[in-house]
């Protein structure tokens, strides 16, 4: 396989991730961004100083179409959410760490929870790269056969038809044959056709909607 997508983009000056380090942002020596939570209990949460100082900071050099919280209780990560945010032009994306947050950051500076399934990671670093990908590669020019992309399972309301390549018959598993007569209308219709088949059986909450 080639570079990764991400990075590609990112070569073809497509877009632009930076990271910053929420540290660099504190102003205590120790450089430390978290404290024990008021009222007691088991684990640290981020301070609000670091991060209103980074978010400052940022919105002061561009503006921003959205500060995004990853959060386990944030709206659940969708294509459509993806496909929408393709079209913004700066995103600012923090992630938590430990037991999340203060609360004041999530009520007063940002602008929108995501969440990217419902299950807890250690750190938002993870379902912030996820966001990033689903974004990303949605923009044009950043993948090679832009067609691939509206094809994907989810971006109309489907699941993706299978897809088979070379060789036709491998130890007697083949290739459905119509694949291999060239005739582009039917194969057209035989892939709309799985792709229905595909989604009642796997997923017929999406035909729901
Ligand atoms: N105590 C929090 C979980 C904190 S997990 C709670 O119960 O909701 C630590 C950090 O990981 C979170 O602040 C968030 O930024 C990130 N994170 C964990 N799971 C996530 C998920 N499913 N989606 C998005 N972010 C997640």
């Not at 640290?44 to 050099?61: A, G, R, S, T, W």
């Not at 966001?131 to 691939?148: K, M, Q």
């Not at 309301?157 to 130890?171: C, G, H």
């Not at 044959?177 to 582009?184: I, N």
Request: proline residues 4%.
């Amino acid at each position: 396989m080639d570079q990764s997508i991400l990075k590609r983009a990112q070569d073809k000056d497509i877009v632009e991730i930076k990271i910053h380090d929420l540290r660099d942002y504190s102003s205590n020596k120790q450089r430390s961004v978290d404290d024990y939570a008021f009222g007691g209990g088991a684990g640290m949460v981020l301070m609000i100083e670091p991060i209103d100082n980074c978010i400052n900071h940022l919105k002061y050099q561009r503006e921003y179409d959205e500060i995004i919280y990853m959060s386990p209780d944030g709206e659940l990560l969708n294509q459509g959410m993806a496909n929408a945010m393709s079209l913004q032009q700066n995103l600012i994306i923090l992630c938590g760490h430990y037991k999340g947050v203060d609360e004041r950051v999530r009520a007063n500076l940002i602008t929108r929870e995501i969440s990217i399934g419902d299950f807890v990671l250690s750190g938002g670093e993870l379902p912030a790269a996820v966001l990033t990908d689903a974004i990303i590669r949605l923009i044009p020019g950043v993948l090679n056969d832009e067609s691939s992309a509206l094809s994907d399972s989810f971006q109309d309301k489907l699941i993706a038809p299978p897809v088979y390549t070379r060789p036709a018959d491998y130890n007697g598993m083949k290739v459905p044959d119509l694949l291999l007569s060239g005739h582009e209308k039917k194969i057209e219709e035989w892939r709309y056709e799985q792709s229905l088949i595909r989604t009642k059986e796997r997923r017929p909450d999406l035909l729901n909607e």
